[in-house]
């Protein structure tokens, strides 16, 4: 009774924001979890490392690319474009941020569809705050006007917890700020009780390829889409093989009992970040890539009523994310990929990096910007094969070029080549001229207060230049 007078604010909060009955009742749960001081976590004892899985290279041109190319047409992509790209300083859907030859993810997603078969739609998981302009952007493609089938359904919003108090976060200057969408493992949910799910169903979708808006190498791919239908699956998860740079990521275990669970780092109790966090023991993360076998997902959702329990993640972050003395708050999540942990067949299978390019912050932008990445026919983004290596340590400096505007400001005639490019470090304030072409390990470092031009065509060839030094040699060329 206690728990339930402490939720009352709560209910109220989200009837008034009319959130279907579903999202209220689980987000009662978690926060019941939280009121019993029960923190989501997953013990390294409790699970075992997952040795091998089946690799995408061994799939070939067989029968799954056959298999996956006769069910097309019955197979819908869903991109979860729920978010602003605050982190970036955007106040607009981070779907529509121009990533490639002036593309945004949300033309790449549309347009990868089409030319892999027009039959193949593209639904966006939007939130409130991406609906709008989202829909608007959707309006450059005709034929997505008349179709059946709808473009979007809605994420859900919960309330943000008061830490101090666990209730409900107030801030009456920006209201918006009171809320958080409740993680990507909400998709379930509100495809059921949006009726996209029925939607899909009733127009002949069974399965579906669900990602993030922002990893570009998330494409339907015929032959992944013939392995999960050969085996059966009602749920699979791509991951790919971990690397230093993966290591605070979600990864794949086994269960102690059996079939598999995912883990995120906000899940792992501090005693087991070694563990968490190595590499060779656990060697698979989880890219976000999901195929869904929509009649099960169904059965799932309508034996408990539009609920699918997740593992909860607490996270504790501040009332205004731009503002670190704002008050402490919790925001309770759940992970789309932990559902590999409900169905009775699951499965996972080990894929290569170019289907996990994200774009988290500037600098995986300036990466995939550059000559290092080729937009090819297809709408693929694909590795430059003239590229020097595999991976560039990119590492601008914050102060100049995390928000997106201060970053446009200082490429403004493009970024520079990259594709000889092994390490590439900024620290101060430079704006680029055209065709600047980064060789090797270079770093450019200005310790002053005024911005640097480095000049249209300039080779920065595996050298550290102060801006003292770079001034020099143009006094000596002139």
Known sequence: MKHQAKFKPFEKKMKAENMPAPAIHIFRNYYEK???????????????????????????????EETGRRHLHKTAAIKLNG?????????????LLKVKSFFSFLDIAVSQCRKMDPAVPVVFMNSFSTTRATLKALEAYPSLRNRPLGKEFLQHKVPKIDAATLEPARHPENPALEWCPPGHGNVYTALYTSGMLDQLLDNGYEYAFLSNIDNLGAVVDPAILGYFIENRFSFMMETSPRTPNDKKGGHLAKMKSGGYILREIAQCPKQDQKDFQDIEKHRYFNTNNIWIYLPALQ???????????????????????????????????????????????????????????????????????????ILDDRFHLIPNPEKKSDSVHIDLDPAYY?????????????????????????QGNFTFGK???????SMLINTTEHRFTIEDHQVLNGDSAMVTDLIH??????
């Open 473 to 478: 040699r143009k006094m000596a060329a002139s």
């Open 435 to 441: 065709q600047v072409k980064v060789q090797n390990d």
């Open 34 to 64: 939280l009121i019993k001081k029960e923190k989501g976590l997953i013990p390294e004892a409790g699970i075992q490392p997952v040795d091998t899985l089946t690799d995408f290279a061994s799939l070939g041109s067989g029968k799954y």
């Open 402 to 426: 995390k928000f997106i505007d201060d970053f446009e400001k200082r490429f403004p005639k493009g970024v520079p080549s990259l594709k000889n490019c092994t390490c590439f470090t900024v």
């Open 83 to 95: 978010g602003l790209g605050t982190s970036m300083g955007m106040n607009k859907p981070k779907g």
């Open 299 to 373: 059965k799932v959702l309508h034996r408990q009523n539009g609920i699918i329990a997740l593992p909860m993640i607490r996270n504790k972050k501040t009332l205004d994310p731009r503002d670190p003395e704002s008050p402490e708050v919790y925001q309770l999540e759940t992970a789309m990929g932990s559902a590999v942990s409900v169905f009775d067949r699951t499965g996972a299978i080990c894929v290569p990096r170019d289907r996990f390019i994200p774009v988290k912050n500037t600098n995986d932008l300036l990466d995939v910007r550059s000559d290092r990445y």
